[in-house]
């Protein structure tokens, strides 16, 4: 998606995600995705991209999971603002807080999707695998980070 892809895609109401922080972490751990995907399109090795293509599939699922649990929160603690609902016992805190971090590691797993390509130019093997399962290693984070939130 390129910087101004998003004046193009239509504003269709908040739907079930609301306009607060559940849209916000959503779409947060959404453009991580999205980078990732970005940076293995441009890998030069087939075989590595399509192993890095596995792992992007990964992340594809688990944003459906975050989907679903911002979805399932927007409609038990509604948020329009910039405030997290707290909930007994702080669960939205900790849902919220589970989100974000996942987002930031998906974001992580670009970072070594981005050296994997690196590696590759450079031809340097070791490094190729090493990224690779930094990679891997990340998304199973963040798999872990979202399924406690759900």
């Known amino acids: 998606m390129g ?15 609301g ?12 453009r991580a995705v999205r980078r990732y995907r970005a ?8 075989p590595v991209r399509a192993e890095l293509a596995e792992i992007a599939e990964d992340l594809d ?4 999971l975050v989907r679903e649990a911002c979805e399932h929160a927007q409609a038990a603690a509604p948020s329009e ?3 997290v609902p707290v909930g ?3 669960v939205y805190l900790d849902v919220h807080r589970r989100l974000a971090r996942a987002a930031t590691l998906c974001a992580r797993s670009s970072e070594s999707a981005m050296m994997t390509r690196v ?20 998304v199973k984070q963040v798999r872990e ?3 406690g939130a759900v």
């Open 19 to 30: 306009n607060g922080v559940w849209r916000r972490v959503h779409d947060r751990f959404a």
């Open 3 to 17: 910087m101004l892809d998003w004046i193009r895609t239509p504003v269709i109401g908040p739907g079930p995600l």
């Open 119 to 138: 590696a590759v130019r450079m031809k340097d093997a070791d490094g190729v695998r090493d990224h690779i399962d930094a990679a891997r290693r990340t």
């Open 81 to 83: 603002g910039p405030d």
């Open 145 to 147: 980070m979202v399924e």
């Open 61 to 64: 699922e688990i944003l459906e």
């Open 39 to 46: 940076v293995i399109d441009v890998v030069p090795s087939r």
């Open 88 to 90: 007994p016992g702080d």
